[in-house]
């Protein structure tokens, strides 16, 4: 069974960090490319970062440019994201989701969600003092 789980996520104060994980199971993730999407109440879901599989490259939706890193390690079958500098609007549902690179060779912030294949079932990042 392909399935995606997040952790990580939780409580912190205003410019703390967090790293969320997004482990694979059943499935080899490096062969997909990752996305880091997020959802808040009352709001649609919008592209937070993501990393390529075919060149590694990583993309970043400006409002965290700067303060997230999306890393993977392979061989863990994860992809982080690293958030620094939190603030209170980043609170929201985190979720990851996965797309076969034999499927689509690129990926950018322009892929939407409807492209990926795989989703988690999110992690909860609340951003308050």
């Known amino acids: 069974q392909l399935q995606l789980v997040e952790s990580g996520g939780g409580l912190v104060q205003p410019g703390g960090s967090l790293r969320l994980s997004c482990t694979a199971s059943g499935f080899t993730l490096s062969l997909y490319s990752i996305g880091w999407f997020r959802q808040a109440p009352g709001k649609e879901r919008e592209g937070v970062s993501c990393i390529s599989s075919s060149d590694g490259n990583t993309y970043y939706a400006d409002f965290v440019k700067g303060r997230f890193t999306i890393s993977r390690d392979n061989a863990k079958n994860t992809v982080d994201l690293h958030m620094n500098s939190l603030k209170p609007e980043d609170t929201a549902a985190y979720y990851c989701?996965?797309?076969?690179?034999?499927?689509?060779?690129?990926?950018?912030?322009?892929?939407?969600?409807?492209?990926?294949?795989?989703w988690g079932q999110g992690t909860q990042v609340t951003v308050s003092s």
């Open positions: 989701a996965a797309v076969d690179s034999r499927r689509v060779t690129k990926v950018t912030m322009a892929l939407g969600p409807s492209e990926y294949e795989y």
